[in-house]
């Protein structure tokens, strides 16, 4: 019972500071405990709502959109990353609703803003850039599209 208590507390610690996955506690607690042990340590932190990778991922995604911009491509590997089921992912409702146009227009008018989109190297570079946040060539384009129309 000893080591339970240890390695309960230290999943304690590693949980203190921010939200973690499932697989994150899991990985952590590997170096130190058997996995049967683990397997508990993990079902109390679960049992006590210390540890919910359903809300991990709506938190995440809303902390992703609000600070740092992302589409659902680069938010999908991120989580999966550490260590999120894909069908996970995707059942939820943030990531269902994010509007990936909304925020191309977002990022496009403030950090993006000194490019000239009627210049083709410039508009290279954003198509790039967005492409590596994760967004979906075909909004990229659609939003490009409409800025260029207006903007000639």
Known sequence: MEDYDKGYEAALRYIANRMKTEEEVRKKLKAGFSEQLI?????????????????YVTCYIRDRIKFNPMGRLRIKKELQ???????????????????????????????????????????????????????EYSCIN?????????ST
Not at 45 to 52: F, G
Not at 107 to 132: C, E
Request: charged share 35%.
């Open 39 to 55: 397997g508990q340590i993990i079902a109390k932190l679960k049992e006590n709502s210390y540890i919910d990778d359903s809300n």
């Open 142 to 150: 659609s939003v490009l599209g409409k800025r260029k129309i207006h």
């Open 81 to 135: 990353q550490r260590g999120i089921a894909k069908n996970l992912i995707e059942e939820n409702s943030e990531y269902n609703t994010i509007d990936e146009k909304s925020l191309i227009e977002d990022i496009l008018d403030t950090k993006l803003s000194h490019l000239d989109l009627q210049d083709k190297g410039d508009t290279r570079k954003v198509l790039g850039y967005l492409s590596r946040r994760g967004f």
